[in-house]
């Protein structure tokens, strides 16, 4: 008799690191490489990781429009492969990359641009040394929940220069239509968490991420963080499928 077959788990790894690895050796040809996104209730998003190479004329308008923008000396926090990096590093920015991932920071090393690991709660940069804060590709997110956010947006003001600015990006978890996500928001307020807050890992092959939380907030929720911070909403962009950029300054 045939002993049954096993159904093993994922193994746990740096599976961003290693989808973005799989990708550029395949040039970040779209279509061949998938970053899988599963969420604490089993719902499962699916998205190309092409476009964590995606050239600058294939960026969202409200990306190329943050970007006009940019000063300074440039932390891009949760960099991944370094899209933005590249880019501001031809127009003559002095940059750094940021994220958990050792894999990502090796691209972006591979891509000829500097990159350090590090979260964006944890910052291993001096105080006072970057003029722009780069958020983009929704990694608002990175401000992870209600408490988080304020130690996050903390930091941030620790690293920023006089003067610096946030450029990122968000979504409003409220655009995502159906059952299955109004049921998960309302199982997060009932746990005393945002209705956004994502409990999310990344799956690569056989490899999955530890679950981390992801903050989807509408702009009304992001301006209520933001009250207690020393962040103030100087300017939106919003689009009709409910993401949005923000530029955030220091308050006086």
């Known amino acids: 008799m045939h002993e049954p077959l096993r159904h093993l788990p994922p193994q746990n790894g740096d599976a961003i690191g290693h989808l973005l690895a799989r990708a550029w050796n395949l040039q970040g040809s779209p279509g061949q490489v998938f970053e899988i996104i599963e969420r604490s209730d089993g719902f499962v998003g699916v998205c190309d990781a092409a476009e964590y190479f995606a050239p600058y004329a294939q960026w969202p308008e409200r990306e190329q429009e943050l970007l ?7 932390l891009d926090v949760g960099c991944g492969a370094g899209r933005h990096l590249v ?9 750094l990359g940021l994220d958990s991932s050792l894999g990502a920071v090796e691209i972006c090393e591979k891509r000829g641009t500097p990159a350090q690991l590090g979260t964006a709660q944890d910052i291993p940069c ?5 003029d722009t804060i780069l958020a983009l590709g929704a990694n ?16 941030w003001a620790r690293v920023a220069a006089p003067g610096a600015q946030v450029l990122a ?52 929720e992001l301006t209520q963080l933001l009250a207690p911070s020393p962040w103030a909403l100087k300017h939106t962009i919003e689009d009709t499928h409910g993401g949005y950029g923000v530029i955030l300054t220091l308050k006086d």
Do not use: W
């Not at 880019?87 to 940059?95: A, I, K, M, P, S």
């Not at 608002?140 to 930091?155: F, I, S, V």
């Open 68 to 74: 006009e923008a940019c000063r300074g000396r440039v």
């Open 87 to 95: 880019h501001l590093q031809e127009r003559g920015h002095t940059v």
């Open 140 to 155: 608002l997110g990175l401000l992870g929940g209600r408490e988080e956010a304020q130690a996050t947006l903390q930091e």
């Open 169 to 220: 990006t968000g979504r409003d978890p409220y655009a995502s239509q159906g059952q299955i996500h109004s049921d998960y928001h309302q199982a997060n307020r009932a746990a005393g968490r945002m209705a956004g807050q994502l409990r999310i890992r990344i799956r690569s092959g056989a490899l999955a991420s530890p679950y981390f939380d992801y903050l989807y907030a509408s702009l009304a």
């Open 126 to 130: 001096a105080d006072k040394t970057f």
